[in-house]
């Protein structure tokens, strides 16, 4: 079984495809070359986000050749000649060899995101920022705010992310100031 994929062969396909329906083709034959006929649903969602992030890396070397394949594969011939792995693909048909009709991952299990590290926390969410921009992030924390129902929370993320850099600071600056009036207040009832 095949567990590595040369970028080359990766760019061929996506080359021979229009732009809407790349991360299509490539998903199909990914799937075809690792003969692996379905996965799980995670697994599926980590192997689009690693089409989508191999994609949005071959466009701006595709652009800056000039859109010609000549240069491109001239300038790029190291890079496309690296093979890519895909560890969730391999990982799944391991495991339904040994274990078929199970999706179980082997290994320790992973911790909850609340009770996890910054620095897990940044891992964790890498994928998020390579494939989603800024506005769809702070549109999916202000729709998340408003569903549990702190619509304030919503509107100040709303208000920090559609003004200009000064007005978080002008924000920062304020709460700062009510925090300090605040602990003061409660300092001086505590000596009284």
């Known amino acids: 079984m095949t567990t590595q994929i040369l970028r080359r062969n990766v760019f061929d396909v996506w080359f021979a495809n229009a732009k809407e329906s790349r991360t299509g083709a490539l998903l199909s034959y990914i799937l075809q070359e690792f003969g692996v006929p379905s996965l799980s649903e995670d697994s599926l969602k980590s192997l689009k986000v ?26 790029n011939s190291l890079w496309l000649g690296e093979r890519l792995s ?8 391991i495991e339904t060899i040994s274990h078929p009709g199970s999706s179980r991952r082997t290994g320790r299990p992973q911790k909850d995101f609340e009770s996890c590290s910054n620095k897990t926390k940044t891992w964790r969410i890498k994928h ?16 998340q705010l408003r569903r549990e129902g702190k619509r304030d929370s919503a509107a100040i993320v709303k208000e920090l992310c559609d003004f200009s850099p000064r007005r978080g600071t002008t924000i920062k600056k304020k709460r700062g100031g009510v925090f300090q009036a605040q602990s003061k207040v409660v300092f001086l009832k505590t000596r009284c």
């Open 50 to 75: 690693k089409i989508r992030s191999l994609s949005q890396k071959i466009e701006p070397k595709w652009l800056k050749s000039g859109r010609k394949g000549d240069g491109f594969l001239k300038t």
């Open 86 to 93: 895909f560890p969730d693909i391999s990982t799944v048909s």
């Open 128 to 143: 998020i920022l390579e494939t989603s921009s800024q506005e769809e992030i702070s549109m999916a924390d202000e729709v």
